[in-house]
């Protein structure tokens, strides 16, 4: 599908001609999600490279009526920023301007800045980001904002909500809202920038950020533990959380299927002699060295089989590496059907029984990978062996979750990827809310469609004409 005769030539005189990427060679990595099932066929990808030019692009393409999908680092796992056939993609990798922090730790940064740029400006001045994830050196900080990521270190900080100070926007029609350097204190009204938090390009496209940088522990250590139960990893963290002193930075958990099939991806030596079913990856940090505290908790916690502790920065790496490697592996061995699920705190075994159950009632022989951040009850499900019944085990394992309270996602968002399943997670009243704000934000929808909320009806009876 084309675009409007004459919008993309007007789109080439505000960015540039070599900015517009119409050849299906260009725009083949921007049209095709991260894990590779998902593809569109865009009418063109456009690389704004500044918030003017951003303004522009989306006032044309409004005015005509040309659907648009915004994109970051297109490593989102629920294809979000996947074009449908048609759709212009407007890619804000370029917006990757940098301030440096103040001495409060705040700085702004363009929204196609990655995770790992922030990260190294942070270690430069003495400051530390409070949101990481594997992907970092592709995910954007406006990606990331629009999916408002979680990752390893929200048991400690929380997730990309609780890092931002404030925002700057610009509507579907090209109108520029700045909301970055707002008073610490403003009840006036709704709160713009926090509605585009985990908005998934639906709303608007968020153009530069406001961050709030923490300080970073001086000393860390990190212990990864063997259990032969998840309730005794459960109990531990617990135990973990409570102390006083260093404090509790991360909480991981692998399972013995995942982590061989790491090792063997690696190519490296398994942690443990004896493989244990349930590996817990605890990280602490404080201004005191948190080896002490970190003995203390695996020498009460209930069941430990074995563990091994790192506290220099090599050894560390190390331990993290068995799961940061967990996705990339999975990329490469499948690409599996994949979940990202939250359980009620109390129902984590019974959840993961009833996860297998149900994916074992669709694919007797599939196999599940499981990992995950267990402060927040927070799994990624990974199932392997069912690619002919992609959609049957998603709709099993997913019914099976909100059965028990949970939610279909977690972190990743809903996408095009999970859409048919948002009624399982939000009531109808809230998706008719879910609507209305849409709606007056985007009033002729056209950011993002079909991403986050199911076609209405009438939509779909649209698109087939
Ligand atoms: C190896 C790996 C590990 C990961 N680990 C985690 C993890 O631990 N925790 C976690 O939460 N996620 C994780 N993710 C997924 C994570 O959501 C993305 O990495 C990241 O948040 C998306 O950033 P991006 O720039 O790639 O966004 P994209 O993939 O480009 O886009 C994601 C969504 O945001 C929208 N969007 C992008 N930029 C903007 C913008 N400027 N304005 C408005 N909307 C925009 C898009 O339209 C789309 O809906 C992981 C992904 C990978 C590949």
Redesign the pocket.
Known sequence: VDAPPGLLSDVAAVVGPAQVLVDPALTAAYDT??TGLFRGRSAAVVRVGSTSELSSVLRLCGAAGQPV??????????A??TPRDGDVIVS?RR?AHLSDPDAGGQLTVG??TTLAAVQERARAFGWEFGVD???RD???????????????NVVRHG??RAQIRGLE?VLADGTVIDRLNRPAKDNTGYDLPDQ?IG????L????RIRLQLVRPPRHRAVALIGFDSLAAAVATVQLARTGEGPQLQAAEVMFAPGLALVCAYLRVAAPFAQPPQVVLLLEFGGSLDPLGQLADVVAKAPGVGDAVVADDSAGRARLWRYR?AH??ML?AVGPPVKLDVALPAGLLTEGITAMEQAAHGVVPDSQLVVFG?LAEANLHVNVLGADHAREQIADAVLRAVAALGGSISA???V?RAKTGWLGLSRSPAEVRVLRGIKRAWDPASLL?AG?LLPAEVSEMNDDSH
């Open positions: 999600d991260w999908v915004l994109q970051g680092g297109n490593t989102g796992l629920v979000g920023a804000l917006l929204a196609g994830l594997a992907a592709s995910a954007t900080i406006g990606g990331m904002t629009a999916t408002n990521a979680g990752g390893v997730s990309m926007f585009l908005s998934e390009g639906t608007a496209a968020i153009s940061e996705t990339e990329a951040h972190e990743h968002g996408g993002a991403v």
